[in-house]
């Protein structure tokens, strides 16, 4: 059973940064073939898509969060990181790692000062 597993998250101020990581383990076709994503659930509100990056290192991006933030993957370690940067208070939430339907357990992200 494919397995995902994040860490990095935390509490930061307005304008800081944070990386999140996610570590993935028995994705059957091989980590390289799997399409990842980051997801993120503000308070009352629906999930929504933050960052994806194909097989090939296409990336795409919530408007919102395009300039500020990088996904980027490393195929040798099965592992897709979250680089966030100049963190605003509306990027809190619980933040998500997703490949096909396998969703990782969620890190908790609070921009506040």
């Known amino acids: 059973q494919v397995q995902l597993v994040e860490s990095g998250g935390g509490l930061v101020q307005p304008g800081g940064s944070l990386r999140l990581s996610c570590v993935a383990s028995?994705?059957?076709?091989?980590?390289?073939?799997?399409?990842m994503a980051w997801y993120r659930q503000a308070p009352g509100k629906q999930r929504e898509l933050v960052a994806a990056?194909?097989?090939?290192?296409?990336?795409t991006y919530l408007r919102s969060v395009r300039g500020r933030f990088r996904i980027s993957r490393v195929n040798a370690n099965s592992t897709v990181f979250l680089q966030m940067n100049n963190l605003k208070p509306e990027d809190t939430g619980v933040y998500y790692c997703?490949?096909?339907?396998?969703w990782g357990q969620g890190i908790q992200v609070t921009v506040s000062s």
């Open positions: 990056i194909s097989i090939d290192d296409g990336t």
């Open positions: 997703n490949t096909d339907q396998t």
């Open positions: 028995k994705i059957p076709y091989g980590f390289d073939l799997a399409e």
